[in-house]
Nanobody, 114 residues
Framework: QVQLVESGGGLVQAGGSLRLSCAASKSIFSIYALAWYRRAPGNQRELVARITNGGITNYADSVKGRFTISRDNAKNTVYLQMNSLKPDDTAVYYC????????WGQGTQVTVSS
């Protein structure tokens, strides 16, 4: 399994931006898919964005046009750029990797105030 460490969460006003980072403990070059999930209070964990090692991305409808996922294989890091944040984006955000096994980070809190 790969160890994942998220960073970049925090408190931001509605309309603001944050960039989350997820550093992996090994090369992500061969990791098939990297993703960001989130869990808001009282809700189930949901997929936010996903990127394959071929660069194919997909997004939850609720974040399309506002969030961008990217990966830097040289830095073994995946990013989530979040723009035009809304209070509904408030959640704990988790990094996920799939290389035959699923690995999860510990999560980072994002709070968007109205």
């Amino acid at each position: 399994q790969v160890q994942l460490v998220e960073s970049g969460g925090g408190l931001v006003q509605a309309g603001g931006s944050l960039r989350l980072s997820c550093a992996a403990s090994k090369s992500i070059f061969s990791i098939y898919a990297l993703a960001w999930y989130r869990r808001a209070p009282g809700n189930q964990r949901e997929l936010v964005a996903r990127i394959t090692n071929g660069g194919i991305t997909n997004y939850a409808d609720s974040v399309k046009g506002r969030f961008t996922i990217s990966r830097d294989n040289a830095k073994n890091t995946v990013y989530l750029q979040m723009n035009s944040l809304k209070p509904d984006d408030t959640a704990v955000y988790y990094c996920n990797a799939y290389d035959g096994n699923y690995s999860w980070g510990q999560g980072t809190q994002v709070t968007v105030s109205s």
